[in-house]
């Protein structure tokens, strides 16, 4: 089961829910401090602006997706072993879909990781392996839902479901214990470009040796560029939040995981 309360903790501390409460709190000092508390209304109301920048968000996601570069064509691994497996990672889940008879399905996000971790699959021959469980107690695991989007959509088998985890580091954890049962020690890692660090950083601290195979990076088409970026917009602020999120999340695991031991080469109890 995820633990609920560093997300919501998060929706505080992230745009829009922080600007909010700074907003609120300029106009809880205003009833006292009149000057003080309009500054604070005016910081917070310039902030939501600026946040809301296409362009704005645009910069913040380039200096986290920067860090990993998209693999070259030819999957070449780089330097190091090859690696013997593809491990996609999950990333949300289409609730109760009506034009699914009302089942759950494959999320948007994660239909983009398993589009690219099938085109992986084609260009290396490797096998996969689908991770996320379910940390809300759904009936159906999501490592079930994108073996069957992988099967069904993308006519691309999978030989190993990890269906324990609720979260990116216990992704990492229960991955590693699969896959050192079949003697896989190194992998391709498929997931989103702003979510790799700390899907790395995951993975490595379990000891899981990985070749990061990024994709979903973050682009603007020519008129966002040329005109309407410089204009507030839904889709701004949601890249400006996910930035922001994936940072304040590394920063999280590397303070509550940053002492974790190893995960042990046994499977998890199902």
């Known amino acids: 089961m995820v633990d609920i309360v560093p997300k919501i903790q998060a929706l505080f501390l992230l745009p829009p829910g922080i600007i909010i409460v700074i907003a609120l709190l300029g106009f809880l000092v205003q009833i006292r ?25 645009y910069q913040l996601m380039q200096g986290i997706e920067s860090r990993f570069p998209p693999l070259p064509l030819t999957a070449a691994s780089g ?22 008879g009302g089942n759950d399905s494959a999320g948007q996000w994660v239909l983009e990781r398993l589009r690219y971790g099938a085109h992986l699959h084609r260009l ?9 469980g379910a940390p ?9 839902l994108m073996r069957a989007a992988l099967v069904d959509d993308f006519r691309v088998a999978v030989k190993w479901v990890e269906a324990k985890s609720a979260n990116t580091y ?30 790395v950083w995951s993975f490595e601290s379990v000891g899981l040796s990985t070749v990061p195979a990024p994709m979903g990076f973050s682009t603007l088409n020519k008129g966002v560029r040329e005109t309407l970026g410089y204009f507030p917009s839904a889709y701004g602020l949601q890249l400006s939040s ?7 999340g590394l920063f999280w695991y590397q303070r509550k995981y940053g002492s974790a031991e190893p995960a042990p080469e046994t499977a998890p109890a199902r």
């Open 136 to 144: 809300y107690a759904e009936t159906t695991p999501e490592a079930e």
């Open 33 to 57: 401090w009149q000057l003080a508390g309009s500054l604070i209304v005016f910081a917070s109301t310039a902030a939501l602006l600026i946040l809301s920048l296409p362009l704005t968000g």
């Open 242 to 248: 996910n930035a922001l999120r994936e940072r304040l």
């Open 79 to 100: 330097t190091g072993p090859a690696p013997e497996a593809i491990v996609i990672l999950g990333a949300s889940r289409y609730t109760e879909a009506p034009e699914y």
């Open 170 to 199: 216990e992704n990492a954890r229960y991955t590693k214990v699969m896959l050192a049962e079949a003697g896989v020690r190194r992998v391709y890692l498929v997931t989103h470009a702003a979510h790799m660090p700390r899907a």
């Open 124 to 132: 290396t021959k490797l096998p996969i392996l689908v991770s996320g």
